[in-house]
């Protein structure tokens, strides 16, 4: 009886850290998934090279779509553009200047990588 029970509390254990560790790694991997997907369309669709792109961040959000890549441009450091990589279409969906661009006077019309899909 005593080994029945040690072998059942290993399992449920390995079970539980499966239930912690899986969804972990799934929205670590998807965020990876964004970044490089949004990371590829700049450079091989839309012309960017590799220097132009001061960093690409794959997010985790709890509003619909729950993964997207942020975009901040060598050229446009306080502007945050948000990209959405779903299905086969990567398109820019919103910006954000920040507040050092907003101090600095930066509007819509100043945005050199604004892109409206629409």
Same mark, same amino acid.
């Given at each position: 009886?005593? *080994?029945? /029970?040690?072998?059942?509390?290993?399992?449920?254990?390995?079970?539980?850290?499966?239930?912690?560790?899986?969804?972990?790694?799934?929205?670590?991997?998807? /965020?990876?998934?964004? /970044?490089? *997907?949004?990371?590829?369309?700049?450079?091989?669709?839309?012309?960017?090279?590799?220097?132009?792109?001061?960093?690409?961040?794959?997010?985790?959000?709890?509003?619909?779509?729950?993964?997207?890549?942020?975009?901040?441009?060598?050229?446009?450091?306080?502007?945050?553009?948000?990209?959405?990589?779903?299905?086969?279409?990567?398109?820019?969906?919103?910006?954000?200047?920040?507040?050092?661009?907003?101090?600095?006077?930066?509007?819509?019309?100043?945005?050199?990588?604004?892109?409206? *899909?629409?």
């Amino acid at each position: 009886m005593g *080994r029945t /029970k040690k072998i059942f509390k290993i399992t449920l254990l390995i079970i539980l850290i499966g239930i912690v560790i899986v969804p972990i790694v799934s929205i670590q991997a998807n /965020k990876y998934i964004y /970044k490089n *997907r949004v990371t590829t369309y700049l450079i091989e669709e839309k012309g960017f090279k590799k220097q132009d792109i001061e960093s690409v961040e794959g997010v985790w959000g709890f509003k619909l779509p729950a993964f997207y890549a942020i975009v901040t441009f060598k050229n446009e450091p306080y502007v945050e553009y948000t990209y959405f990589a779903h299905d086969n279409d990567v398109f820019q969906f919103n910006y954000e200047i920040i507040e050092e661009g907003q101090k600095e006077g930066i509007k819509e019309e100043d945005l050199k990588n604004y892109n409206p *899909r629409y």
